[in-house]
Structures are given as structure tokens and as C-alpha cells.
């Protein structure tokens, strides 16, 4: 079957990053596109401004940003799915077809067994999983790829050609579609949209009210069965997971949960900065603001990384340290914000 691959072209890798905040793997790749690209930085910063976890959370991870109205929805990123029959049958490889579709500009987005790629270091035996392709090099025999490939930490590797075929080909057509039932294309395009200073603010004062009033998706209805909970008293929750889980012998605590804090943190910081800079926050004496949540960004840092002290040396006089710690923080953080709307006058 002919394609449209330029033998000519020996490597071509599209512009990826690592991105200021990593989620879930299908809202980090495209964070990790648009992080190239400085006109997208004011819609990031109007959206992932409040968090949620489930009410129940205990064993498992449970805490994340509350996403854009729509889960798939990134205005700077047109998306296309082909079924897995078509690849199939076009390309003799799914390496070929990967190939001619990142010649034509195009990120590819699909599922493989990740027992044939070595660098995942923490993933069970004939794992299916999504992995994100940016590029590639013919006389490496090597595709570019991105994902939470140790211990979740987000990263770009170089996997063979040999390893990925297999990772794809072992999977049969039924795993292959249970991935949007197929491969998934993504395609930046450039717009110009201006930054949504209103909807901004109703997503901050969403978080400080542990309300959702905004954001539309799967967790209104678990939000009617009282299910979930939003925004800063997500920290209760969190304290609740601590003071449960601290008293059980030989468990880790789920430090991916706190990392989302600290970059809930981070992303507000940097959205303080852009309202300093485009001269939203006038008056040099409430450039202190930033000076606060520097301290309430680091603050978190410490927080998360005793959690990961924790795992490998238990102590319960970190728990309640950190336990501590949370309570003092959700009190400075509902201030300085406060402070912040405050000044905004929105």
C-alpha cells in the first residue's frame, strides 16, 4: 500500500516540553504542546484554576485540576481519530504509519502493551497503556516518545522501532479501540484568544468557596451524590487520608496526590505573576501578594517531599508535622486569595 513517506527525510522531532503542570497523561501531553507556544499561556492560565478528589478517597489516588469545560476540548488543538483497521491495513508497521503522520506536522496519541518497552519502570506485565509519539530518527531507529515512564514522573525517552512495533502488534483489535476506539492525531494550531479575566476569577473564587460553578463534566453528577469535593477544602480530605492511613502498618502513601497540590500552587503563583505583569494588580504595596504565595508554593514543596520521606522512612511524627502544616496553609492560602479578589475587584 503507498503512503505519503518521505524516504528522504531521515528525523523530524515536533516541538514538545516539559509542562508547568502534569495531570493525567492525555491533558499533560497537550499541556507539554502548548508550553512551545507563548500564546497560549493566558488560556492555561484562565483554566486549571480549581482541584478536586473524591469524598471517599483512602487507598487510591484521588485528587486532580478540575479540566477545561470539556474534557476533550483544547482550542489550540484539533484532534482526529483513525480506527486501528485502517492503520492495519494502510501500513505495514505501525511505525510507517506513525512516521508519514508526524511528516504532516501531526503529535500521535495511542495504546500499547508496555511489556516490550523497557523504560517503564513501574508497570505490571502486559499493561496497556497510552503512550504519546512526537518524532523520530531512521538511522537511530528510534521514535520520540512522552509519558509517566518512572515511578510517575512525566519525560520524553527514545524507544527502537523494534520494541514499539511489538508493544502495538501484541495487543489485540479489541485493546487497540478501547483507546478512542483507535489512534488519536493532534494538530496545534495557532489562534489568538484573548485572556478571560472574568471566568479566571470565577474559577479562583470557585476554589475558595470549595465550589464548582464553571467547569461542566463527568463530575456533576458525582458532585450531586455529594461524592466529590472541590477546591480548597480538599485539604480536609487530605488530612483525613493522612490520620487514616498513617496508622497501617508497611503502606506508602499515594505521594502523587500532594504533588497535585504543590502544582495547584505553582500554577496559581504563576497566574499572580501574569496579573502583575499585565497590570491587573496596580498598587506596589499588593505585590506582596506574591511574596505570600511564594511562601505557601514552598511551604508545599516540603509537604510533598515529606511524604516521599515518609515512604522510605515511616515516622508518624512526619504525618503529623505535615498534618500541621495543611491546616496552616489552607488558612494562609484562603487569606492571600482573599486578598487577591480582593484587589482585582471582579
Excluded at 71 to 84: A, L, N, Q, V, W
Excluded at 262 to 286: A, N, P, S, T, W
Aim: aromatic share 16%.
Amino acid at each position: 500500500m503507498e503512503t505519503i513517506d518521505d524516504k528522504s527525510m531521515k528525523k523530524k522531532c515536533l516541538p514538545l516540553v516539559e509542562p508547568a503542570i502534569t495531570t493525567n497523561p492525555y491533558v499533560t501531553n497537550k499541556l507539554a504542546i502548548l508550553g512551545n507556544f507563548k500564546e497560549t499561556q493566558p488560556w492555561i492560565l484562565q483554566n486549571f484554576t480549581n482541584i478536586w478528589m473524591q469524598r471517599n478517597f483512602r487507598l487510591n489516588y484521588g485528587a486532580d485540576f478540575l479540566y477545561f469545560s470539556s474534557y476533550r476540548f483544547c482550542p489550540f488543538i484539533k484532534e482526529f481519530e483513525m480506527c486501528t483497521s485502517i492503520v492495519d491495513k494502510k501500513w505495514k508497521t505501525i511505525v510507517e504509519a506513525i512516521i508519514d503522520i508526524i511528516n504532516m506536522g501531526h503529535y500521535v496519541y495511542l495504546n500499547i502493551n508496555t511489556s516490550f518497552i523497557p523504560q517503564y519502570k513501574n508497570f505490571e506485565n502486559n499493561q496497556m497503556h497510552d503512550i504519546f509519539v512526537y518524532g523520530y530518527d531512521r538511522d537511530e531507529k528510534i521514535l520520540y516518545v512522552a509519558d509517566f515512564f518512572e515511578y510517575g514522573k512525566y519525560g520524553m525517552k527514545k524507544v527502537c522501532f523494534k520494541d514499539f512495533i511489538m508493544a502495538y502488534d501484541s495487543m489485540d483489535d479489541t485493546v487497540k479501540r478501547d483507546f478512542f476506539d483507535g489512534i488519536i492525531i493532534l494538530q496545534y494550531t495557532a489562534r489568538d484568544i484573548p485572556f478571560d479575566m472574568e471566568f479566571c476569577i470565577q474559577g479562583i473564587r470557585d476554589y475558595l468557596n470549595s465550589k464548582n460553578t464553571i467547569v461542566k463534566s463527568i463530575l456533576v453528577e458525582l458532585d450531586k451524590k455529594d461524592e466529590v469535593v472541590f477546591g480548597i477544602n480538599t485539604c480536609d480530605i487530605m488530612i483525613q487520608y493522612l490520620q487514616d492511613l498513617s496508622r497501617i502498618e508497611n503502606i506508602k502513601l499515594d505521594y502523587r496526590t500532594f504533588h497535585y497540590f504543590y502544582q495547584h500552587k505553582v500554577l496559581m503563583r504563576l497566574r499572580i505573576q501574569f496579573f502583575i505583569e499585565k497590570g491587573y494588580v496596580k498598587r506596589y504595596k499588593d505585590f506582596a501578594i506574591l511574596d505570600e504565595y511564594l511562601e505557601i508554593e514552598r511551604k508545599w514543596l516540603e509537604v510533598r517531599n515529606r511524604i516521599l520521606k515518609y515512604n522510605i522512612k515511616p515516622d508518624y511524627m512526619l504525618i503529623e508535622r505535615t498534618i500541621s502544616d495543611i491546616n496552616s496553609l489552607k488558612k494562609h492560602e484562603n487569606k492571600v486569595l482573599k486578598h487577591l479578589l480582593n484587589v482585582l475587584k471582579i
